[in-house]
């Protein structure tokens, strides 16, 4: 309530954000954690074996990389701050007071990163003989080791995100760092960067090399078993992780895989996650043992089929923390549970910095209701978009007229039927006015405007004491003043 609200009322905020996190994530992963260790394997034996042309396999994969981390990568990663700064201020702000110097670290690892796969990439022409070459392979370990840290580093955040442990009593960041989610979930995310880069590597490795000659055999036989070994630790890391989420999230998974309104597609897509896993071992078996003999499509087949994966992983983790954005702390539309009971009795307009009603009337009931829209939906709902308010209202009240008083009592219960929404935060009247807005936006549809493109609109209530603090001030300083007239 301290920030003006950022919104979209077509696609929502957190779609915005979502595809932003999404493609920085399914680049992160293959491209600048899991590659770097084999594309250095693959270099060293290019070296053992005085193999130039293997050698440039490994540089051309590198050059891919290099473009695709410093470009899309880099900007998805500013973008990532600036969508949940607009966004979700409230939560970005608070995860910056908590890992304040966990995120000090992370950045200089991440310019050490950004320097050595500088280093690593443009020296790779000149230093290809003798102790140089040794000296470049350093500093791609150096480079796989600053990315892994990288990771490590966002991962006890995102964790964190889950399930915050002992945090919530202490208020120790070493509490918050090392969370029950963090090593679970750092043990999956590792074998998984691993297991998609050997896929990315062996997509590349059909453009970059020739069918029938040695350097595609030795790059399929080697990126196959790489992605076969990381995929089988992935999957023991997946099953521990899976054992330390805690049941309330896991409940949540068959919507989160597939929304409410494909919920009971749950077996079908148990069967097709299953299809895929053992495609992912039939065809790192196959190009281990047979490289010859492996198809074409088998090497482009599975760098689709991981991001596939990875991107559903992602969608589950952000949906089963809710109702909160940080677990037992904050809820996803910005409100605390300690801070629940005071708004529920004395409302949240008075207290919203920028509405532009501090108090709901008969006169201002559909206005004051937007405001209250905007304060405690916006963040996950759309008026008639994606995830819009009307579409859920429909599904359960259909065309018809809808009854008011059967929507407040289902706001007021609401996060009992459904564990992903946070409880109401507003008093009764809010609750009237937020019923009188949806109910007229059913009748008039319309968009709903942010600050970004509305303004920004000061609560009436909040001017005025400003205003009376200031006159207060100047009283003050003016008596002051005189007495010292006097004095002199």
Known sequence: MDFPIFFLDGMGTRLLIGIIAGMHVLINHPLAVGIYPLLVLIEYVAFKKNWPALDEVARKITFVVFIITTTVGALS????????????????????????WGWFVEWLVFISEVILIMIYFLTWKRWREGRLKILHMRFGIALAVMSWLTMALIVAILAFMMDSGGWTQNKNFFSAFFNPLY??????????????????????????????????????????????????????????????????????????????????????????????????????????????????????????????????????????????????????????????????????????????????????????????????CSRCHTTGGINGVLNKFTAMYGTGAWDPAAMKAFMSTMHNSRKFMPPFPGNDQEKEALVAYILDLKENPRPLPGAQSAGIALNPLQVRQVVKLSEQKHKSLSQAERIRSTQN
């Not at 969508?83 to 995860?95: E, K, M, V, W």
């Not at 949240?348 to 910095?353: D, R």
Request: hydrophobic letters at 50%; a neutral charge; glycine letters at 8%.
């Open 183 to 376: 090593i679970p979930q750092l043990i999956f995310r590792t074998f998984y960067a691993l297991m998609a880069a050997g896929f990315f590597a062996l997509f590349c490795t059909f453009f970059f090399t020739k069918k029938g000659t040695e350097e595609r055999r030795t790059m399929v036989t080697t990126c196959s078993g790489w992605a076969l070994f990381s995929g089988l630790a992935c999957l023991f890391g997946g099953i521990v992780y899976m054992a330390f989420i805690p049941p309330a999230m896991k409940a949540q998974i068959d919507v989160g895989l597939l929304t409410m309104q494909f919920a009971q597609w749950q077996d079908k897509f148990n069967v097709l996650l299953f299809v895929t896993c053992v495609a992912f071992v039939v065809i790192g078996f196959w190009g281990f043992l047979e490289p010859k003999h492996l198809p074409q499509l088998a090497m482009v087949l599975p760098l689709f089929l991981s991001v596939w994966l990875l991107g559903h992983f992602e969608r589950v983790r952000e949906f089963i923390r809710k109702p909160y954005v940080i677990a037992d702390y904050m809820y996803s539309n910005g409100f605390r549970p300690d801070e629940l009971e005071f708004f529920q009795y004395n409302g949240i307009l008075k207290y919203a910095t920028y509405a532009r009603h501090s108090e709901v009337t008969e006169d201002n009931l559909i206005d004051a209701g937007e405001d209250v829209f905007m304060l405690t």
């Open 77 to 100: 990663g500013v973008g990532i701050w600036l969508s949940t700064s607009l966004a979700a201020p409230f939560a970005i702000g608070s995860l910056l007071r908590v890992f304040f």
